[in-house]
Protein backbone atom coordinates (compact mmCIF):
# COMPACT_ATOMS: atom_id res chain seq x y z
CA UNK A 1 0.00 0.00 0.00
CA UNK A 2 1.34 3.42 -0.78
CA UNK A 3 2.60 6.24 2.05
CA UNK A 4 -0.72 8.04 0.70
CA UNK A 5 -3.02 5.12 1.24
CA UNK A 6 -1.81 4.75 4.38
CA UNK A 7 -1.93 8.32 5.69
CA UNK A 8 -5.43 8.34 4.89
CA UNK A 9 -6.57 5.36 6.95
CA UNK A 10 -4.21 7.06 9.96
CA UNK A 11 -6.14 10.47 9.51
CA UNK A 12 -9.99 8.65 9.13
CA UNK A 13 -9.21 8.55 12.90
CA UNK A 14 -9.31 11.83 13.84
CA UNK A 15 -12.42 12.80 15.10
CA UNK A 16 -13.38 8.97 16.08
CA UNK A 17 -14.12 7.89 19.55
CA UNK A 18 -12.15 5.16 20.83
CA UNK A 19 -14.61 2.11 21.90
CA UNK A 20 -17.43 2.84 24.42
CA UNK A 21 -17.34 4.99 27.52
CA UNK A 22 -15.67 3.24 30.18
CA UNK A 23 -17.68 2.81 33.48
CA UNK A 24 -14.37 2.86 36.86
CA UNK A 25 -14.88 -0.41 38.40
CA UNK A 26 -15.97 1.48 41.50
CA UNK A 27 -17.42 4.33 42.76
CA UNK A 28 -15.51 7.80 44.77
CA UNK A 29 -14.15 5.97 47.66
CA UNK A 30 -12.65 6.55 51.28
CA UNK A 31 -10.34 3.81 51.40
CA UNK A 32 -8.88 4.37 48.02
CA UNK A 33 -8.71 8.44 48.92
CA UNK A 34 -6.94 7.52 52.04
CA UNK A 35 -4.21 4.98 49.98
CA UNK A 36 -3.77 7.41 47.18
CA UNK A 37 -2.84 10.38 49.89
CA UNK A 38 -0.76 8.51 51.91
CA UNK A 39 1.16 6.92 49.02
CA UNK A 40 2.02 10.70 47.85
CA UNK A 41 2.58 12.39 50.89
CA UNK A 42 -0.98 14.54 50.72
CA UNK A 43 -1.55 16.21 53.95
CA UNK A 44 -4.34 18.04 53.13
CA UNK A 45 -6.86 17.80 55.46
CA UNK A 46 -10.22 17.86 53.21
CA UNK A 47 -9.73 14.78 51.52
CA UNK A 48 -9.91 13.07 54.84
CA UNK A 49 -11.59 14.76 57.59
CA UNK A 50 -15.34 15.57 57.57
CA UNK A 51 -15.35 18.72 59.79
CA UNK A 52 -12.01 20.28 57.87
CA UNK A 53 -13.73 20.01 54.92
CA UNK A 54 -17.31 21.61 56.24
CA UNK A 55 -14.94 24.25 57.83
CA UNK A 56 -13.93 25.17 53.82
CA UNK A 57 -17.06 25.54 52.68
CA UNK A 58 -17.47 21.75 51.39
CA UNK A 59 -20.01 19.03 51.94
CA UNK A 60 -18.08 16.51 52.82
CA UNK A 61 -14.00 15.27 52.15
CA UNK A 62 -13.42 15.43 48.44
CA UNK A 63 -10.91 13.18 46.38
CA UNK A 64 -7.54 15.02 45.08
CA UNK A 65 -8.01 16.29 41.73
CA UNK A 66 -4.74 14.40 40.69
CA UNK A 67 -7.10 11.26 41.23
CA UNK A 68 -9.41 11.05 38.35
CA UNK A 69 -7.68 9.27 35.94
CA UNK A 70 -7.11 6.47 38.56
CA UNK A 71 -11.41 6.12 39.68
CA UNK A 72 -11.34 4.74 36.02
CA UNK A 73 -8.60 2.61 35.13
CA UNK A 74 -9.43 -0.94 34.23
CA UNK A 75 -7.63 -2.86 36.75
CA UNK A 76 -4.60 -5.16 36.46
CA UNK A 77 -6.77 -8.65 35.60
CA UNK A 78 -8.06 -6.41 32.36
CA UNK A 79 -4.60 -5.16 31.50
CA UNK A 80 -2.56 -8.13 31.41
CA UNK A 81 -5.59 -10.08 30.06
CA UNK A 82 -7.52 -7.23 27.76
CA UNK A 83 -10.34 -7.90 25.48
CA UNK A 84 -10.20 -6.29 22.52
CA UNK A 85 -12.36 -3.49 21.60
CA UNK A 86 -14.14 -2.56 17.75
CA UNK A 87 -12.90 0.61 17.06
CA UNK A 88 -10.96 1.22 20.42
CA UNK A 89 -7.37 2.07 20.99
CA UNK A 90 -6.02 -1.52 19.92
CA UNK A 91 -7.22 -0.83 16.55
CA UNK A 92 -4.83 2.21 15.89
CA UNK A 93 -2.12 0.90 17.63
CA UNK A 94 -2.11 -2.31 15.23
CA UNK A 95 -2.56 0.32 12.39
CA UNK A 96 0.46 2.85 13.92
CA UNK A 97 2.47 -0.57 13.53
CA UNK A 98 1.81 -1.16 10.67
CA UNK A 99 3.58 1.80 9.50
CA UNK A 100 6.22 0.34 11.94
CA UNK A 101 5.70 2.87 15.20
CA UNK A 102 6.12 -0.16 17.65
CA UNK A 103 7.27 2.26 20.24
CA UNK A 104 5.45 4.93 22.44
CA UNK A 105 6.30 7.29 25.19
CA UNK A 106 3.88 9.57 26.92
CA UNK A 107 4.65 12.87 26.31
CA UNK A 108 2.74 15.59 28.22
CA UNK A 109 -0.76 15.43 29.81
CA UNK A 110 -3.25 18.02 30.44
CA UNK A 111 -6.51 18.38 32.86
CA UNK A 112 -9.23 20.51 33.26
CA UNK A 113 -11.35 20.05 36.29
CA UNK A 114 -15.13 21.47 36.13
CA UNK A 115 -16.04 19.77 40.27
CA UNK A 116 -14.32 18.39 42.75
CA UNK A 117 -15.41 14.45 43.07
CA UNK A 118 -17.27 13.47 46.62
CA UNK A 119 -17.33 9.77 47.30
CA UNK A 120 -20.19 8.13 45.84
CA UNK A 121 -19.49 9.57 42.30
CA UNK A 122 -18.89 7.01 39.77
CA UNK A 123 -16.83 7.87 37.08
CA UNK A 124 -16.86 7.07 33.30
CA UNK A 125 -14.19 7.87 30.64
CA UNK A 126 -14.49 8.04 26.77
CA UNK A 127 -11.80 9.04 24.32
CA UNK A 128 -11.82 10.60 21.01
CA UNK A 129 -8.88 11.39 18.63
CA UNK A 130 -8.37 14.75 18.63
CA UNK A 131 -5.10 15.07 15.63
CA UNK A 132 -2.37 12.24 14.44
CA UNK A 133 0.70 14.70 13.43
CA UNK A 134 3.10 14.48 10.11
CA UNK A 135 5.95 12.16 10.37
CA UNK A 136 7.78 13.84 12.74
CA UNK A 137 11.96 13.41 13.95
CA UNK A 138 12.65 13.14 17.42
CA UNK A 139 15.66 11.90 19.24
CA UNK A 140 14.13 8.32 20.11
CA UNK A 141 12.86 8.40 15.81
CA UNK A 142 10.72 9.07 13.50
CA UNK A 143 7.14 9.42 14.78
CA UNK A 144 3.93 10.36 15.05
CA UNK A 145 2.25 12.24 17.94
CA UNK A 146 -1.04 11.35 18.48
CA UNK A 147 -3.25 13.82 20.66
CA UNK A 148 -7.02 12.42 22.42
CA UNK A 149 -9.33 13.99 24.96
CA UNK A 150 -10.53 12.03 27.21
CA UNK A 151 -14.17 13.68 28.76
CA UNK A 152 -15.08 12.76 32.56
CA UNK A 153 -18.53 11.87 33.40
CA UNK A 154 -20.48 11.37 36.45
CA UNK A 155 -23.08 8.74 36.74
CA UNK A 156 -25.88 11.63 35.83
CA UNK A 157 -23.56 12.11 32.57
CA UNK A 158 -22.52 15.37 33.96
CA UNK A 159 -19.10 16.23 32.94
CA UNK A 160 -16.56 16.29 35.67
CA UNK A 161 -13.12 16.80 33.95
CA UNK A 162 -11.94 16.08 30.46
CA UNK A 163 -7.94 15.46 29.78
CA UNK A 164 -5.69 16.36 26.24
CA UNK A 165 -3.24 13.25 26.04
CA UNK A 166 -0.77 13.12 23.77
CA UNK A 167 1.76 10.00 23.08
CA UNK A 168 4.46 10.11 20.90
CA UNK A 169 4.45 6.64 18.24
CA UNK A 170 7.84 6.04 16.96
CA UNK A 171 10.08 3.81 15.09
CA UNK A 172 12.76 2.71 17.48
CA UNK A 173 16.24 4.31 15.63
CA UNK A 174 18.22 1.58 14.36
CA UNK A 175 21.36 0.41 16.65
CA UNK A 176 25.02 0.32 15.57
CA UNK A 177 25.83 -3.31 14.26
CA UNK A 178 27.60 -4.68 16.98
CA UNK A 179 29.69 -8.07 15.67
CA UNK A 180 32.51 -6.29 15.49
CA UNK A 181 32.69 -4.48 18.85
CA UNK A 182 34.43 -6.00 21.85
CA UNK A 183 31.45 -8.17 23.94
CA UNK A 184 30.43 -5.92 26.71
CA UNK A 185 31.63 -7.11 30.13
CA UNK A 186 28.69 -7.89 32.54
CA UNK A 187 28.44 -5.08 35.33
CA UNK A 188 30.94 -6.19 37.95
CA UNK A 189 29.75 -7.31 41.28
CA UNK A 190 30.25 -5.38 44.62
CA UNK A 191 32.85 -7.29 46.41
CA UNK A 192 33.86 -6.29 49.86
CA UNK A 193 35.81 -7.82 52.85
CA UNK A 194 32.25 -9.81 54.00
CA UNK A 195 32.08 -11.32 50.94
CA UNK A 196 34.96 -12.12 48.50
CA UNK A 197 35.60 -15.67 49.70
CA UNK A 198 32.22 -16.45 47.74
CA UNK A 199 33.60 -14.94 44.76
CA UNK A 200 36.99 -16.64 45.32
CA UNK A 201 35.53 -19.75 45.57
CA UNK A 202 32.88 -19.41 42.38
CA UNK A 203 36.32 -19.13 40.46
CA UNK A 204 37.10 -22.22 41.88
CA UNK A 205 33.88 -23.49 40.80
CA UNK A 206 32.67 -24.01 44.06
CA UNK A 207 29.34 -22.70 45.63
CA UNK A 208 29.93 -22.76 49.05
CA UNK A 209 27.61 -21.17 51.93
CA UNK A 210 28.45 -19.14 54.66
CA UNK A 211 28.18 -21.16 57.95
CA UNK A 212 28.16 -19.34 61.80
CA UNK A 213 30.81 -21.50 63.78
CA UNK A 214 28.96 -20.82 66.66
CA UNK A 215 25.40 -21.43 66.12
CA UNK A 216 26.12 -23.57 63.14
CA UNK A 217 23.15 -21.41 61.08
CA UNK A 218 23.69 -21.15 57.59
CA UNK A 219 23.37 -17.16 55.92
CA UNK A 220 23.66 -16.00 52.67
CA UNK A 221 24.18 -13.09 51.58
CA UNK A 222 27.42 -13.15 53.60
CA UNK A 223 28.20 -10.57 56.74
CA UNK A 224 29.74 -10.19 59.05
CA UNK A 225 27.97 -11.72 62.20
CA UNK A 226 25.46 -14.49 62.90
CA UNK A 227 21.83 -12.51 62.65
CA UNK A 228 20.92 -15.73 65.27
CA UNK A 229 23.54 -15.47 67.83
CA UNK A 230 25.66 -12.77 67.52
CA UNK A 231 29.00 -14.12 66.78
CA UNK A 232 31.66 -13.12 63.99
CA UNK A 233 33.26 -16.36 63.72
CA UNK A 234 32.87 -17.79 60.92
CA UNK A 235 33.57 -20.97 58.30
CA UNK A 236 31.91 -22.14 54.96
CA UNK A 237 30.02 -25.14 53.57
CA UNK A 238 30.28 -26.52 50.03
CA UNK A 239 26.81 -26.36 48.64
CA UNK A 240 25.25 -29.84 46.79
CA UNK A 241 23.70 -27.47 43.73
CA UNK A 242 20.30 -28.56 43.87
CA UNK A 243 17.41 -26.33 45.26
CA UNK A 244 14.59 -25.06 43.08
CA UNK A 245 12.88 -21.92 42.10
CA UNK A 246 11.53 -19.72 45.00
CA UNK A 247 10.92 -16.95 42.92
CA UNK A 248 11.86 -15.66 39.60
CA UNK A 249 11.08 -12.59 37.25
CA UNK A 250 11.95 -11.94 33.64
CA UNK A 251 13.57 -8.86 32.58
CA UNK A 252 13.00 -7.56 28.92
CA UNK A 253 14.05 -3.66 29.21
CA UNK A 254 16.27 -1.78 29.77
CA UNK A 255 18.48 -3.60 27.14
CA UNK A 256 22.18 -4.33 28.32
CA UNK A 257 24.45 -4.97 25.46
CA UNK A 258 26.48 -7.50 28.22
CA UNK A 259 22.93 -9.08 28.41
CA UNK A 260 20.83 -11.25 25.56
CA UNK A 261 17.00 -10.27 25.86
CA UNK A 262 14.96 -11.60 27.91
CA UNK A 263 16.55 -12.82 30.37
CA UNK A 264 15.81 -14.65 33.95
CA UNK A 265 16.58 -13.36 37.05
CA UNK A 266 16.21 -16.39 39.96
CA UNK A 267 15.57 -16.44 43.74
CA UNK A 268 16.72 -20.32 44.29
CA UNK A 269 16.29 -22.39 47.45
CA UNK A 270 19.41 -24.35 47.65
CA UNK A 271 18.69 -27.57 49.12
CA UNK A 272 20.84 -26.35 52.18
CA UNK A 273 17.98 -23.78 53.07
CA UNK A 274 19.74 -20.73 51.84
CA UNK A 275 18.10 -18.79 48.99
CA UNK A 276 20.35 -17.23 46.03
CA UNK A 277 19.63 -14.44 43.33
CA UNK A 278 21.16 -15.71 40.12
CA UNK A 279 20.23 -16.24 36.41
CA UNK A 280 17.76 -19.28 35.31
CA UNK A 281 19.25 -20.98 32.16
CA UNK A 282 18.52 -23.58 29.67
CA UNK A 283 14.78 -22.91 29.87
CA UNK A 284 11.92 -20.75 27.59
CA UNK A 285 10.46 -18.16 30.40
CA UNK A 286 7.30 -19.34 29.46
CA UNK A 287 7.96 -22.93 30.95
CA UNK A 288 9.56 -22.23 34.46
CA UNK A 289 7.25 -23.22 37.45
CA UNK A 290 7.46 -22.00 40.86
CA UNK A 291 9.01 -25.15 42.78
CA UNK A 292 10.77 -26.46 39.70
CA UNK A 293 13.93 -28.30 40.43
CA UNK A 294 17.15 -26.70 39.51
CA UNK A 295 21.06 -28.06 39.67
CA UNK A 296 23.71 -25.91 39.47
CA UNK A 297 25.97 -24.82 36.81
CA UNK A 298 28.48 -22.37 35.82
CA UNK A 299 29.18 -18.88 33.82
CA UNK A 300 32.13 -17.92 32.65
CA UNK A 301 31.27 -13.99 31.75
CA UNK A 302 35.03 -13.41 31.27
CA UNK A 303 37.96 -14.10 32.45
CA UNK A 304 37.82 -12.15 35.90
CA UNK A 305 34.41 -13.52 36.79
CA UNK A 306 32.98 -16.86 36.90
CA UNK A 307 29.16 -17.16 38.60
CA UNK A 308 27.03 -19.57 39.46
CA UNK A 309 23.84 -20.18 37.44
CA UNK A 310 20.94 -22.95 37.67
CA UNK A 311 19.25 -24.42 35.18
CA UNK A 312 16.28 -27.14 35.27
CA UNK A 313 17.36 -30.68 36.88
CA UNK A 314 15.39 -32.06 34.05
CA UNK A 315 16.30 -30.88 30.68
CA UNK A 316 13.87 -28.39 28.79
CA UNK A 317 13.34 -27.16 25.00
CA UNK A 318 14.70 -23.32 24.81
CA UNK A 319 12.31 -21.66 22.39
Not at 282 to 311: H, N, S
Amino acid sequence: MSGEDYEKRLQAWVGRTLGEPRRGQDPVNVPMIRHWVEAMGDTNPVYLDEEAARATGRETVVAPASMMQAWTMRGYAATVNPEPEAGGMEELTALLAEGGYTSVVATDSEFEFHRELVPGDHISVQEQVESISPEKKTALGEGRFITTLRTYRDQHGEVVATQRWRLLRFRPKKTEQTEQKPKALRPRPAINRDNAFWFEAAKQRRLVIQRCAACKTLRHPPGPCCPHCGSFDWDTVEAAGTGQVYSYIVAHHPPHPAFEMPYVVALVELTEGTRLVTNLVGIAPDKIEIGMPVVLDWLEADPELTLPVFRPAVPQEES
